[in-house]
């Protein structure tokens, strides 16, 4: 079979993508021209997937192109940002699968669909390996950005959903459920928007919960206490991990969770609270940020000392829960 040449490839990678709001000129000219909403500040966010490091042979093609969109949507959600544009770059090695590609395409088509985004633009180029590059640009009331430098000593520290699951969907023979979340996962975009006005502070969690919370203080100038017996886990989490040595490590460290990390006063928590519940999402109470430099990690009143904070992408190799795998 002849395979197809750079601008049979583009199209069909490019085939399932729509058109959306603001789009003047979109796939198809030399650039897009966008028109952003009036009186609404740009988030722009740029991440990378590349084979070997973030996806293994065992993700279908879908999942890859879900994951490669849905990681720098979870940047978005931290943000307060609603998604709005998206751009592609795509190395490909020349012998790759055109179908597989195709497919690839298809996956970020879905994850683009179910957040409500366009893909407007991007690029093809051969390379040694598979990766995406993928850009997204949304929107947010003007100055009304979450940051992670807003945290304040007494600020209580939440987070959505449960920790650790991405971590345990690395491993051979995972169960569906954390599988799932390492290679479909799910952006906390509603919940953003949602604590944009209540929360002092926000990060995605993404290299592993320790590394971000301290991104979160560093840029704050505050420290912080984390209460371990606290963190939200899953039941498959809770089964992978019993009778282990360190049952927390790949909640505190795992990374790809890319779950929500709040700073929140005690006196809007109810606030939040209710922003959850509209956008369906869970959250929990882990600790407090206070004056005292540093991240404390207690366990019934004792100190715990981790052998690990999370992931460094050029000096790491992922070691994760109850075992170990790269993603």
């Not at 709001?21 to 740009?42: F, K």
């Not at 994951?67 to 998604?83: C, E, F, I, Q, T």
């Not at 929500?260 to 519940?277: D, H, I, K």
């Not at 600790?287 to 366990?299: I, T, W």
Request: proline share 8%; hydrophobic share 40%.
């Amino acid at each position: 079979m002849k395979r197809p040449g750079e601008f049979e490839l583009i199209e069909r990678f490019t085939r399932p993508f729509g058109r959306g709001e603001g789009i003047r000129v979109g796939i198809g000219d030399d650039a897009a021209v966008l028109r952003p909403p009036p009186g609404q500040d740009l988030v722009a966010t740029v991440d990378a997937v590349v084979e070997g490091v973030h996806f293994t042979p065992r993700f279908t093609p879908e999942e890859i192109g879900w994951k490669a969109l849905a990681v720098n949507l979870s940047d978005l959600a931290a943000m307060g940002a609603r998604p709005l544009w998206a751009l592609v770059a795509l190395s490909t090695p020349p012998a790759a699968d055109p179908g597989r590609l195709a497919r690839i395409g298809r996956g970020i088509a879905a994850c683009a669909r179910r957040h409500a985004l366009s893909v407007v633009g991007g690029n093809v180029t051969a390379a040694r390996q598979l990766s995406l590059t993928v850009t997204v640009l949304g929107a947010v009331g003007k100055g009304r950005a979450l940051l992670r430098s807003g945290g304040r000593p007494g600020d209580l520290l939440v987070v959505s959903g449960t920790l650790g699951d991405a971590a345990l969907g690395l491993l051979p023979g995972a169960a569906p459920g954390p599988r799932g979340r390492q290679r479909r996962p799910r952006p906390r975009l509603a919940l953003g928007r949602g604590v944009a006005g209540i929360a002092h502070a926000a990060i995605d969690i993404s290299d592993g919960f320790l590394q971000d919370l301290g991104h979160l203080c560093a840029a704050s100038g505050v420290g912080a206490r984390l209460e371990a017996d606290r963190l939200p886990l899953s039941p498959a989490y809770r089964a992978a991990t019993r009778g282990s040595r360190d049952p927390f490590e790949g909640a505190l460290s795992g990374g790809e969770d890319y779950e929500l990390l709040l700073a929140v006063p005690p006196s809007r928590l109810e606030a939040l609270r209710g922003a959850a519940r509209r956008a369906s999402t869970r959250v929990t109470v882990v600790g407090a940020l206070e004056d005292r430099p540093g991240v404390r990690v207690v366990e019934g009143g004792r100190s715990l000392r981790p052998r690990r904070e999370g992931h460094d992408h050029l000096r790491s190799v992922r070691v994760l829960g109850p075992g170990s795998g790269r993603a």
